[in-house]
Protein backbone atom coordinates (compact mmCIF):
# COMPACT_ATOMS: atom_id res chain seq x y z
CA UNK A 1 0.00 0.00 0.00
CA UNK A 2 1.66 3.02 -1.20
CA UNK A 3 -1.12 5.84 -0.01
CA UNK A 4 1.53 7.26 2.57
CA UNK A 5 5.58 6.61 1.92
CA UNK A 6 7.54 6.12 4.26
CA UNK A 7 4.73 4.87 6.93
CA UNK A 8 6.29 4.93 10.21
CA UNK A 9 4.93 1.53 10.93
CA UNK A 10 5.83 0.07 8.15
CA UNK A 11 9.97 0.41 7.99
CA UNK A 12 11.68 -1.02 4.53
CA UNK A 13 11.89 -4.54 4.41
CA UNK A 14 14.86 -4.91 6.68
CA UNK A 15 18.23 -3.09 7.71
CA UNK A 16 20.05 -4.81 4.79
CA UNK A 17 17.58 -2.62 2.08
CA UNK A 18 18.06 0.53 4.28
CA UNK A 19 21.88 0.11 3.92
CA UNK A 20 22.23 -0.36 0.09
CA UNK A 21 19.94 2.51 -0.62
CA UNK A 22 22.18 4.69 1.65
CA UNK A 23 25.41 3.50 0.15
CA UNK A 24 23.26 4.92 -3.26
CA UNK A 25 23.44 7.74 -1.27
CA UNK A 26 27.62 8.18 -1.22
CA UNK A 27 27.01 8.26 2.92
CA UNK A 28 30.63 7.64 4.74
CA UNK A 29 30.44 4.19 7.08
CA UNK A 30 29.55 6.26 10.35
CA UNK A 31 26.72 8.20 8.85
CA UNK A 32 25.01 4.84 7.54
CA UNK A 33 25.69 3.13 11.07
CA UNK A 34 24.01 6.26 12.82
CA UNK A 35 21.13 6.36 10.00
CA UNK A 36 20.95 2.20 10.54
CA UNK A 37 20.74 2.76 14.41
CA UNK A 38 18.17 5.31 14.26
CA UNK A 39 16.03 3.14 12.00
CA UNK A 40 15.74 0.37 14.92
CA UNK A 41 15.06 2.72 17.49
CA UNK A 42 12.33 4.40 15.45
CA UNK A 43 10.73 0.78 14.44
CA UNK A 44 10.94 -0.41 18.34
CA UNK A 45 9.76 2.83 19.61
CA UNK A 46 6.40 2.51 17.26
CA UNK A 47 5.95 -1.34 18.42
CA UNK A 48 5.70 -0.38 21.81
CA UNK A 49 4.19 3.33 21.77
CA UNK A 50 1.59 3.07 19.15
CA UNK A 51 -1.82 4.65 20.01
CA UNK A 52 -4.67 2.54 19.44
CA UNK A 53 -6.72 3.79 16.13
CA UNK A 54 -10.05 4.42 19.19
CA UNK A 55 -7.29 6.95 21.35
CA UNK A 56 -6.17 8.25 18.11
CA UNK A 57 -9.80 8.99 17.00
CA UNK A 58 -11.03 10.34 20.80
CA UNK A 59 -8.44 12.59 21.03
CA UNK A 60 -8.42 14.27 17.43
CA UNK A 61 -12.31 14.46 17.68
CA UNK A 62 -11.32 16.79 21.25
CA UNK A 63 -8.88 18.87 18.75
CA UNK A 64 -11.41 19.32 16.02
CA UNK A 65 -13.97 20.45 17.40
CA UNK A 66 -12.28 22.71 20.16
CA UNK A 67 -9.89 24.18 17.57
CA UNK A 68 -11.47 27.21 17.62
CA UNK A 69 -9.58 31.00 17.34
CA UNK A 70 -7.24 30.48 14.39
CA UNK A 71 -3.99 28.77 13.89
CA UNK A 72 -2.09 30.09 17.24
CA UNK A 73 -5.21 28.77 19.66
CA UNK A 74 -5.66 25.23 17.25
CA UNK A 75 -1.82 24.40 18.10
CA UNK A 76 -1.78 25.33 21.49
CA UNK A 77 -4.92 22.68 22.17
CA UNK A 78 -2.73 20.10 19.93
CA UNK A 79 0.26 20.77 21.91
CA UNK A 80 -1.80 20.26 25.07
CA UNK A 81 -3.16 16.94 23.93
CA UNK A 82 -0.83 15.62 21.75
CA UNK A 83 2.99 16.36 24.13
CA UNK A 84 1.32 17.11 27.23
CA UNK A 85 -1.89 15.16 28.11
CA UNK A 86 -0.98 11.78 25.46
CA UNK A 87 2.91 12.36 25.37
CA UNK A 88 2.51 10.66 21.63
CA UNK A 89 4.91 13.72 20.24
CA UNK A 90 7.92 15.07 21.66
CA UNK A 91 8.67 18.67 22.19
CA UNK A 92 11.35 18.73 19.74
CA UNK A 93 9.46 16.93 16.53
CA UNK A 94 6.56 18.65 17.64
CA UNK A 95 8.00 21.93 16.84
CA UNK A 96 10.20 20.33 13.50
CA UNK A 97 6.95 19.14 12.18
CA UNK A 98 5.64 22.39 12.47
CA UNK A 99 8.32 24.03 10.55
CA UNK A 100 7.49 21.63 8.19
CA UNK A 101 3.82 22.54 7.71
CA UNK A 102 4.51 26.12 7.48
CA UNK A 103 6.92 25.21 4.62
CA UNK A 104 3.26 24.10 2.71
CA UNK A 105 0.54 25.68 0.97
CA UNK A 106 -2.32 25.16 3.20
CA UNK A 107 -3.60 25.56 6.60
CA UNK A 108 -0.43 24.62 8.99
CA UNK A 109 -3.06 23.49 12.13
CA UNK A 110 -4.53 21.19 9.75
CA UNK A 111 -1.31 19.40 8.18
CA UNK A 112 0.66 19.29 11.59
CA UNK A 113 -2.67 17.31 12.58
CA UNK A 114 -2.23 14.91 9.97
CA UNK A 115 1.41 14.22 10.37
CA UNK A 116 0.98 13.83 13.74
CA UNK A 117 -1.75 11.24 13.04
CA UNK A 118 0.76 9.87 10.05
CA UNK A 119 3.21 9.27 12.62
CA UNK A 120 1.41 8.04 15.59
CA UNK A 121 -0.48 5.30 13.40
CA UNK A 122 0.78 5.76 9.48
CA UNK A 123 -1.64 6.51 7.03
CA UNK A 124 -4.61 5.74 8.59
CA UNK A 125 -3.82 7.82 11.82
CA UNK A 126 -3.07 10.82 9.15
CA UNK A 127 -6.26 10.72 7.39
CA UNK A 128 -7.96 10.19 11.35
CA UNK A 129 -6.14 12.89 12.26
CA UNK A 130 -6.74 15.20 9.18
CA UNK A 131 -10.50 14.43 8.25
CA UNK A 132 -11.28 15.33 12.03
CA UNK A 133 -9.70 18.69 12.34
CA UNK A 134 -11.84 19.64 9.29
CA UNK A 135 -14.92 17.81 9.17
CA UNK A 136 -16.81 19.60 12.52
CA UNK A 137 -16.03 22.75 11.11
CA UNK A 138 -16.89 21.65 7.35
CA UNK A 139 -20.67 20.80 9.05
CA UNK A 140 -21.08 24.08 10.74
CA UNK A 141 -20.44 26.01 7.39
CA UNK A 142 -22.32 24.40 5.86
CA UNK A 143 -25.32 25.38 8.05
CA UNK A 144 -24.52 28.51 8.50
CA UNK A 145 -24.33 29.34 4.62
CA UNK A 146 -26.91 27.69 3.73
CA UNK A 147 -28.88 30.07 6.74
CA UNK A 148 -27.40 32.63 4.82
CA UNK A 149 -28.42 32.22 1.36
CA UNK A 150 -32.27 32.01 2.60
CA UNK A 151 -32.62 34.79 5.45
CA UNK A 152 -29.44 37.08 4.68
CA UNK A 153 -31.52 39.08 2.75
CA UNK A 154 -34.03 39.98 6.24
CA UNK A 155 -33.23 43.46 7.08
CA UNK A 156 -32.33 42.52 11.18
CA UNK A 157 -30.26 39.87 9.76
CA UNK A 158 -28.23 42.36 7.26
CA UNK A 159 -28.22 45.35 10.24
CA UNK A 160 -25.89 42.38 12.66
CA UNK A 161 -23.94 41.70 9.59
CA UNK A 162 -22.73 45.43 9.98
CA UNK A 163 -21.20 44.34 13.31
CA UNK A 164 -19.88 41.24 11.74
CA UNK A 165 -18.33 43.20 9.13
CA UNK A 166 -16.53 45.48 11.23
CA UNK A 167 -15.16 43.31 13.80
CA UNK A 168 -13.73 41.40 10.45
CA UNK A 169 -11.87 44.64 9.45
CA UNK A 170 -10.31 44.58 13.02
CA UNK A 171 -9.83 40.44 12.83
CA UNK A 172 -7.64 40.77 9.96
CA UNK A 173 -5.76 44.41 11.61
CA UNK A 174 -5.23 41.92 14.33
CA UNK A 175 -3.73 39.13 12.02
CA UNK A 176 -1.43 41.76 10.50
CA UNK A 177 0.39 43.00 13.51
CA UNK A 178 1.18 39.65 15.05
CA UNK A 179 2.31 38.40 11.26
CA UNK A 180 4.36 41.24 10.84
CA UNK A 181 6.11 41.26 14.53
CA UNK A 182 7.15 37.55 13.50
CA UNK A 183 7.87 37.78 9.99
CA UNK A 184 9.50 41.52 9.55
CA UNK A 185 13.26 40.87 11.01
CA UNK A 186 15.38 43.10 9.60
CA UNK A 187 15.16 45.86 6.70
CA UNK A 188 15.08 43.95 3.91
CA UNK A 189 12.02 42.18 4.83
CA UNK A 190 10.29 45.55 5.59
CA UNK A 191 11.05 46.40 2.02
CA UNK A 192 9.84 43.06 0.37
CA UNK A 193 6.39 43.80 2.50
CA UNK A 194 6.06 47.18 1.01
CA UNK A 195 6.70 46.23 -2.25
CA UNK A 196 4.22 43.63 -2.06
CA UNK A 197 1.43 45.88 -0.22
CA UNK A 198 2.14 48.57 -3.37
CA UNK A 199 2.41 45.71 -6.08
CA UNK A 200 -1.17 44.48 -5.06
CA UNK A 201 -2.91 47.48 -3.89
CA UNK A 202 -1.68 49.70 -6.64
CA UNK A 203 -1.02 47.35 -9.68
CA UNK A 204 -3.54 44.86 -8.56
CA UNK A 205 -0.32 42.27 -9.23
CA UNK A 206 -1.86 38.70 -8.96
CA UNK A 207 -1.36 37.26 -5.67
CA UNK A 208 0.84 33.92 -6.93
CA UNK A 209 3.10 36.31 -8.65
CA UNK A 210 3.92 37.94 -5.34
CA UNK A 211 4.49 35.06 -3.53
CA UNK A 212 7.01 33.48 -6.49
CA UNK A 213 9.21 36.63 -6.22
CA UNK A 214 9.06 37.02 -2.43
CA UNK A 215 10.55 33.17 -2.25
CA UNK A 216 12.92 33.95 -5.13
CA UNK A 217 13.90 36.38 -3.58
CA UNK A 218 14.19 34.32 0.07
CA UNK A 219 16.04 31.66 -1.76
CA UNK A 220 19.10 33.91 -3.75
CA UNK A 221 19.46 35.39 0.09
CA UNK A 222 20.34 32.42 1.45
CA UNK A 223 22.68 31.06 -0.96
CA UNK A 224 26.12 29.76 0.05
CA UNK A 225 24.67 28.35 3.47
CA UNK A 226 25.60 25.09 4.61
CA UNK A 227 23.48 22.39 4.74
CA UNK A 228 24.71 19.83 7.24
CA UNK A 229 24.02 15.79 7.26
CA UNK A 230 20.63 14.79 8.38
CA UNK A 231 20.09 11.23 9.51
CA UNK A 232 16.73 10.45 8.45
CA UNK A 233 14.81 7.93 10.77
CA UNK A 234 13.87 5.90 7.99
CA UNK A 235 14.94 5.69 3.98
CA UNK A 236 11.91 5.77 1.89
CA UNK A 237 12.41 4.43 -1.87
CA UNK A 238 11.65 7.08 -5.09
CA UNK A 239 9.19 4.75 -5.87
CA UNK A 240 7.42 4.46 -2.99
CA UNK A 241 7.25 8.25 -2.98
CA UNK A 242 6.74 9.08 -6.63
CA UNK A 243 3.50 6.27 -6.37
CA UNK A 244 2.21 8.28 -3.61
CA UNK A 245 1.89 11.59 -5.01
CA UNK A 246 0.47 10.27 -8.12
CA UNK A 247 -2.43 8.53 -5.98
CA UNK A 248 -3.43 11.69 -4.10
CA UNK A 249 -2.55 13.86 -7.46
CA UNK A 250 -5.39 11.36 -9.09
CA UNK A 251 -7.53 11.49 -6.34
CA UNK A 252 -7.01 15.76 -6.28
CA UNK A 253 -7.99 15.75 -9.89
CA UNK A 254 -10.90 13.05 -10.21
CA UNK A 255 -14.08 15.30 -9.30
CA UNK A 256 -12.51 18.19 -11.42
CA UNK A 257 -12.02 16.07 -14.22
CA UNK A 258 -15.63 14.09 -13.78
CA UNK A 259 -17.32 17.62 -13.81
CA UNK A 260 -15.08 18.93 -16.87
CA UNK A 261 -15.87 15.70 -18.96
CA UNK A 262 -19.80 16.06 -18.06
CA UNK A 263 -19.70 19.81 -19.07
CA UNK A 264 -20.60 21.23 -15.90
CA UNK A 265 -18.78 24.41 -16.51
CA UNK A 266 -19.32 26.41 -13.50
CA UNK A 267 -18.23 23.46 -11.29
CA UNK A 268 -15.37 23.03 -13.67
CA UNK A 269 -14.24 26.75 -13.58
CA UNK A 270 -14.98 26.98 -9.77
CA UNK A 271 -12.87 23.71 -8.73
CA UNK A 272 -9.87 25.09 -11.00
CA UNK A 273 -9.56 27.93 -9.09
CA UNK A 274 -9.74 26.56 -5.35
CA UNK A 275 -7.20 24.19 -6.87
CA UNK A 276 -4.96 26.77 -7.92
CA UNK A 277 -5.29 28.30 -4.65
CA UNK A 278 -4.52 25.03 -2.85
CA UNK A 279 -1.18 25.72 -4.25
CA UNK A 280 -0.94 28.99 -3.43
CA UNK A 281 -1.98 29.37 0.43
CA UNK A 282 1.08 29.95 1.88
CA UNK A 283 1.17 31.98 5.11
CA UNK A 284 -2.01 31.25 6.23
CA UNK A 285 -5.81 32.07 4.73
CA UNK A 286 -5.69 36.32 5.85
CA UNK A 287 -2.98 36.27 2.99
CA UNK A 288 -4.56 34.61 0.26
CA UNK A 289 -8.33 36.36 1.00
CA UNK A 290 -7.34 39.59 -0.85
CA UNK A 291 -6.82 36.91 -4.08
CA UNK A 292 -9.55 35.30 -3.04
CA UNK A 293 -12.24 38.28 -2.56
CA UNK A 294 -10.71 39.76 -6.08
CA UNK A 295 -11.05 36.86 -7.93
CA UNK A 296 -14.46 35.59 -6.90
CA UNK A 297 -16.17 39.30 -6.59
CA UNK A 298 -14.50 41.64 -9.22
CA UNK A 299 -13.04 38.95 -11.95
CA UNK A 300 -15.73 36.36 -11.66
CA UNK A 301 -18.62 37.82 -10.16
CA UNK A 302 -19.70 35.01 -7.83
CA UNK A 303 -20.85 36.78 -5.08
CA UNK A 304 -20.59 40.67 -4.22
CA UNK A 305 -18.02 41.93 -1.71
CA UNK A 306 -20.65 42.20 1.52
CA UNK A 307 -21.34 38.35 0.99
CA UNK A 308 -17.24 38.13 1.07
CA UNK A 309 -16.76 39.65 4.32
CA UNK A 310 -19.88 38.19 5.77
CA UNK A 311 -17.85 35.11 4.59
CA UNK A 312 -14.98 35.40 6.63
CA UNK A 313 -17.22 36.70 9.56
CA UNK A 314 -18.64 33.23 9.79
CA UNK A 315 -15.74 31.53 9.56
CA UNK A 316 -13.98 32.92 12.25
CA UNK A 317 -17.08 32.01 14.70
CA UNK A 318 -16.51 28.12 13.43
CA UNK A 319 -14.18 25.06 14.62
CA UNK A 320 -11.58 24.00 12.11
CA UNK A 321 -8.95 26.26 9.93
CA UNK A 322 -10.61 29.53 8.41
CA UNK A 323 -9.71 28.51 4.42
CA UNK A 324 -12.94 26.78 5.24
CA UNK A 325 -14.05 30.01 4.16
CA UNK A 326 -13.67 28.41 0.37
CA UNK A 327 -16.86 26.07 1.37
CA UNK A 328 -19.36 28.89 2.66
CA UNK A 329 -18.05 31.19 -0.85
CA UNK A 330 -18.44 27.99 -2.79
CA UNK A 331 -21.80 27.66 -1.62
CA UNK A 332 -22.75 30.68 -2.16
CA UNK A 333 -21.47 30.69 -5.60
CA UNK A 334 -23.48 27.70 -6.25
CA UNK A 335 -26.76 29.34 -4.75
CA UNK A 336 -26.36 32.24 -6.81
CA UNK A 337 -25.51 30.21 -9.87
CA UNK A 338 -28.18 27.42 -9.75
CA UNK A 339 -29.95 27.48 -6.41
CA UNK A 340 -29.69 24.83 -3.28
CA UNK A 341 -28.44 21.85 -5.18
CA UNK A 342 -26.23 23.32 -7.20
CA UNK A 343 -25.04 24.74 -4.06
CA UNK A 344 -24.08 21.82 -1.96
CA UNK A 345 -22.43 20.44 -4.88
CA UNK A 346 -19.98 23.46 -5.28
CA UNK A 347 -19.13 23.49 -1.22
CA UNK A 348 -18.63 19.61 -1.69
CA UNK A 349 -15.99 20.38 -4.93
CA UNK A 350 -14.53 22.89 -2.75
CA UNK A 351 -13.56 20.62 0.21
CA UNK A 352 -12.47 18.52 -1.58
CA UNK A 353 -9.85 20.38 -3.67
CA UNK A 354 -9.07 22.44 -0.93
CA UNK A 355 -7.98 19.59 1.31
CA UNK A 356 -7.26 16.66 -0.51
CA UNK A 357 -4.02 18.61 -1.43
CA UNK A 358 -3.08 18.83 2.01
CA UNK A 359 -2.46 15.09 2.51
CA UNK A 360 -1.09 14.89 -0.88
CA UNK A 361 1.64 17.17 0.76
CA UNK A 362 1.35 15.43 4.26
CA UNK A 363 1.94 11.54 2.91
CA UNK A 364 4.83 12.35 0.44
CA UNK A 365 6.89 14.70 2.39
CA UNK A 366 6.59 13.15 5.88
CA UNK A 367 9.37 10.97 5.73
CA UNK A 368 11.52 13.51 4.54
CA UNK A 369 11.39 16.33 7.04
CA UNK A 370 14.28 16.10 8.67
CA UNK A 371 16.28 16.61 5.10
CA UNK A 372 14.06 19.29 4.63
CA UNK A 373 14.12 20.97 7.48
CA UNK A 374 18.16 21.40 7.17
CA UNK A 375 18.10 23.45 4.08
CA UNK A 376 18.54 27.01 4.85
CA UNK A 377 17.66 28.08 1.17
CA UNK A 378 14.15 26.57 1.90
CA UNK A 379 13.75 28.47 5.08
CA UNK A 380 15.18 31.86 3.11
CA UNK A 381 12.64 31.21 0.75
CA UNK A 382 10.02 30.73 3.41
CA UNK A 383 11.12 34.09 5.33
CA UNK A 384 10.62 36.22 2.05
CA UNK A 385 6.87 34.85 1.76
CA UNK A 386 6.34 35.61 5.06
CA UNK A 387 7.58 39.05 4.84
CA UNK A 388 5.32 39.40 1.62
CA UNK A 389 2.51 38.04 3.29
CA UNK A 390 2.87 41.02 5.44
CA UNK A 391 2.28 43.68 2.74
CA UNK A 392 -0.55 41.16 0.93
CA UNK A 393 -2.53 41.24 4.27
CA UNK A 394 -2.12 45.06 5.00
CA UNK A 395 -3.96 45.57 1.21
CA UNK A 396 -6.96 42.93 2.72
CA UNK A 397 -6.89 45.13 5.74
CA UNK A 398 -7.44 48.14 3.67
CA UNK A 399 -9.48 46.52 1.04
CA UNK A 400 -12.33 45.28 3.68
CA UNK A 401 -11.73 48.86 5.47
CA UNK A 402 -13.00 50.56 2.53
CA UNK A 403 -16.18 48.59 2.15
CA UNK A 404 -17.32 48.74 5.59
CA UNK A 405 -16.41 52.35 6.50
CA UNK A 406 -18.01 53.73 2.57
CA UNK A 407 -21.27 52.75 1.09
CA UNK A 408 -19.37 53.59 -2.40
CA UNK A 409 -15.65 52.09 -3.41
CA UNK A 410 -14.73 53.15 -7.00
CA UNK A 411 -11.69 51.79 -8.92
CA UNK A 412 -9.19 54.12 -9.31
CA UNK A 413 -5.66 54.77 -11.13
CA UNK A 414 -3.66 53.41 -8.40
CA UNK A 415 -5.94 51.24 -6.61
CA UNK A 416 -9.81 51.30 -5.06
CA UNK A 417 -10.39 54.89 -3.97
CA UNK A 418 -13.75 56.04 -1.55
CA UNK A 419 -16.50 58.01 -2.26
CA UNK A 420 -15.82 60.58 0.45
CA UNK A 421 -19.71 61.80 0.38
CA UNK A 422 -20.61 58.04 0.95
CA UNK A 423 -19.09 57.60 4.65
CA UNK A 424 -21.47 55.59 6.78
CA UNK A 425 -21.02 56.89 10.39
CA UNK A 426 -22.25 53.65 11.62
CA UNK A 427 -19.71 51.70 9.90
CA UNK A 428 -16.90 54.29 11.05
CA UNK A 429 -18.12 53.65 15.15
CA UNK A 430 -18.51 50.32 14.39
CA UNK A 431 -15.53 49.35 13.08
CA UNK A 432 -13.76 51.01 16.30
CA UNK A 433 -15.92 49.72 18.45
CA UNK A 434 -14.88 46.03 17.58
CA UNK A 435 -11.09 46.99 17.33
CA UNK A 436 -10.78 48.43 20.62
CA UNK A 437 -12.84 45.28 22.36
CA UNK A 438 -9.98 43.31 20.07
CA UNK A 439 -7.37 45.31 20.12
CA UNK A 440 -7.78 47.08 23.50
CA UNK A 441 -9.42 45.19 25.93
CA UNK A 442 -8.04 41.73 24.14
CA UNK A 443 -11.35 39.69 24.69
CA UNK A 444 -11.87 36.56 22.29
CA UNK A 445 -12.17 36.99 18.44
CA UNK A 446 -15.69 34.82 18.92
CA UNK A 447 -17.26 37.03 21.54
CA UNK A 448 -16.13 39.98 19.67
CA UNK A 449 -17.93 38.77 16.43
CA UNK A 450 -21.01 37.85 18.49
CA UNK A 451 -21.03 41.34 20.48
CA UNK A 452 -20.75 43.29 17.52
CA UNK A 453 -23.70 41.28 16.07
CA UNK A 454 -25.62 41.30 18.78
CA UNK A 455 -25.09 45.21 18.86
CA UNK A 456 -25.90 46.39 15.22
CA UNK A 457 -28.80 44.17 15.92
CA UNK A 458 -29.99 45.91 18.34
CA UNK A 459 -29.45 49.41 17.23
CA UNK A 460 -31.48 48.58 14.14
CA UNK A 461 -34.70 47.18 16.21
CA UNK A 462 -34.23 50.64 18.54
CA UNK A 463 -33.81 52.78 15.88
Do not use: C
Given at each position: MVWGAGDPRVKPEDDEHSRRAL????????????????????????????????????????????????????????????VTRRGWMPESQFLGALSFCMLLPGPEAMQLATYAGWRARGVAGGLIAGLLFVLPGAVVILGLGYGYAVWGGVPLVQAAFLGVKAAVVAIVVQALLRLAGRALATRAHWLVAGLAFVAMFAFSVPFPAIIAAAALWGWWQSRGAAVPPVAQAWVVRPAATLATAAIWAALWAAPVVAAWAMGAAFLTDLALFFSKLAVVTFGGAYAVLAYMADTVV?????????????????????????????EFVALLAGWHAGGAGLALMAAAMALWVTFVPCFLWIFTGAP???????????????????????????????????????????????????????????????????????????????????????????VHVLI
Open positions: ERRGASRTFMQMSLAAMHRVRQRHRMDAPALSDLFRSFARIGLLSFGGPAAQISVMHDELSMKGWITTAEMIDALGLAETTPGPLILVTYVEAILARPRLKGALAGISAAVVGVILNLSLWFALHVVFGEVRAGTLGPVPVWSTLSWAGLGMTALAAGLLLGLRLSMVRVLMLMAALAGL
